[in-house]
Nanobody
Framework: QVQLVESGGGSVQSGGSLRLSCAAS???????????TAWFRQAPGQERQPVAR???????TYQDPVQDRFTISQDTAKSALYLQMNSLKPEDTAVYYC????????????????????WGQGTQVTVSS
C-alpha cells in the first residue's frame, strides 16, 4: 500500500505562489506497476475536486480553473510529486490532497477521486485578497 505525505501549504496573498510536495513510500516501480498520481482539492462545504494529474510518462492534465497557473511535476526516482501554484486567487483556498494508484498504465482512467485509492492527509492552502 502506498503512503503519501504532503507538505508546502500555507497562507499567501492573492497573486502569490506556493509549491506543494508529496512524498510517496511503500512503492517499487516495475514495468507493470506504475504510480499514477494527481492533486485534488476540497474547499469548505464543497466536494473534492481534481486539480491536475500526471502520467508516469510525463504527460499532464489540468482542470480549467488552474490551467496556465499551476504546474504538476514528478521525480520518479524519488517517488515525489509536486504542484507549483502561481498567480494564486482567493478561490484557490482549499485543502490540497495528493492521490495515487498503482496500475500497469495510467492512461484511460477517469480523472475523478474514485480512480485513486491512496490519499495523503492534506495540506491547507489559504489565499487572501
Amino acid at each position: 500500500q502506498v503512503q503519501l505525505v504532503e507538505s508546502g501549504g500555507g497562507s499567501v496573498q492573492s497573486g502569490g505562489s506556493l509549491r506543494l510536495s508529496c512524498a510517496a513510500s511503500g512503492y517499487t516501480y516495475s514495468f507493470y506497476s506504475r504510480l499514477c498520481t494527481a492533486w485534488f482539492r476540497q474547499a469548505p462545504g464543497q466536494e473534492r475536486q481534481p486539480v491536475a494529474r500526471i502520467y508516469f510518462e510525463g504527460s499532464t492534465t489540468y482542470q480549467d480553473p488552474v490551467q496556465d497557473r499551476f504546474t504538476i511535476s514528478q521525480d520518479t526516482a524519488k517517488s515525489a510529486l509536486y504542484l507549483q501554484m502561481n498567480s494564486l486567487k482567493p478561490e484557490d483556498t482549499a485543502v490540497y490532497y495528493c492521490a495515487a494508484s498503482i496500475r500497469s498504465s495510467c492512461v484511460g482512467w477517469p480523472f475523478t477521486s474514485v480512480s485513486y485509492n491512496a490519499w495523503g492527509q492534506g495540506t491547507q492552502v489559504t489565499v487572501s485578497s
